[in-house]
């Protein structure tokens, strides 16, 4: 089976975000008010073959925990559908 | 009302993603097999204080079109949701 694969890489609570930092003291100049609490990170997308959704499940996990992600500084959420068949 | 805003800003299709390219030709060696079609896009999160969904949604469309994303090269995906109070 292809499952369609997102995985999205967040900064943790409290590890200091200087991307979102900058979007958020420029935006008033650009003239939006109102945004606050920037954080920026990463989406990442990928087909992956797998046997199961949770033989799917449990490679993106090892993935993220390896390679995707810094687990000390950020978190990942993963989300997994079957995807189309395009053969 | 304050909207907790999710933007996901991807490469458009066609386009050379070469840090996605890098990750999906790394994983073999890793022993990850099965992975393909690797994109690489930016998650940016943040609070909007607006009067209505309708008006926050229009707020984030223009903000990424104009100073989030490159028109050109990428593409924006926006889900806002009602935020939870925190005062």
């Known amino acids: 089976m292809r499952y369609a ?3 999205e890489v967040r900064l943790r609570d409290g ?11 420029s935006l008033p100049a650009l003239g939006f008010d109102g ?3 920037v954080r920026v990170g990463k989406s990442i997308r990928f087909v992956l073959d797998a046997d199961s959704e949770e033989s799917a499940l449990g490679e993106v996990d090892d993935l ?5 992600t810094n687990p000390v500084i950020e978190d990942a ?3 997994i559908e079957a995807a189309e068949v395009l053969q």
């Open 5 to 7: 694969v997102r995985v």
């Open 15 to 25: 590890i200091a975000d200087p991307e979102g930092a900058t979007i958020e003291r």
């Open 35 to 37: 945004v606050s609490e």
């Open 64 to 68: 993220c925990r390896r390679f995707l």
């Open 77 to 79: 959420t993963i989300s």
